[in-house]
């Protein structure tokens, strides 16, 4: 360059406070861009994440319908085994050989619902859960306290804790006020004025 020719900028304050200015923009924007960058990446972690619980709980819970199906099956054997009376004086052999084989079947059944997860709710004399019961009548006469399943028409069933048919019951019902006065009266009576 000679002394004739003019530099091509000259390097004002001005022009260097645009520089500084546009840097830092441009670093703000990087940093924006960062920001967002690892944003999309957890959400892309989440994802992938959740897909792997679903498809998890997905085979989990995959023989629900099965599941569901085989639950009359076992119903239906264990009402043939109680059908028989424990009381009769000679089963023929034919009718014991019977009982025998539901029992046998019944016991294998139930195995394999313990094999895959499938939990018999039988909750009598428990306290009523509308998530696992399903109240079918109230009893009247009872020495249970109120809210008490007190029968059981039909057990349910759980598959990996979740709910798969809820047990019909029967629940002990709250005693009504003037049966509880009419129950102290006769416990503790007054002496009648005279």
Known sequence: MT??????????EELSEEIVSKEKELEEEV????????????DLENYRKRSEREREEMAKFAISGFARELLSV??????????VPEDHAQPEKLLKSLLEGVGITENELLAAF????????????????????QAMFEVDDTDQPPGTIVHVLQPG?????????????????QKK????????ELKSPEPLPT
């Open 157 to 173: 069933y759980k598959l990996h804790g979740r709910l798969l048919r809820p047990a019909l019951v029967g629940v002990a019902k």
């Open 3 to 12: 002394e004739d020719e003019e530099p091509p900028f000259e390097l004002t």
């Open 114 to 133: 313990k094999k895959h997860h499938i939990e018999k709710i039988d909750p009598l004399g428990e306290t009523f859960d509308h998530q696992f019961h």
């Open 31 to 42: 940093g924006k861009l960062k920001d967002q960058l690892l944003r999309t990446l957890a």
């Open 74 to 83: 076992s119903d239906n054997l264990r009402r043939a085994i109680e059908s």
């Open 177 to 184: 006020e003037n049966e509880k006065n009419t129950e102290a």
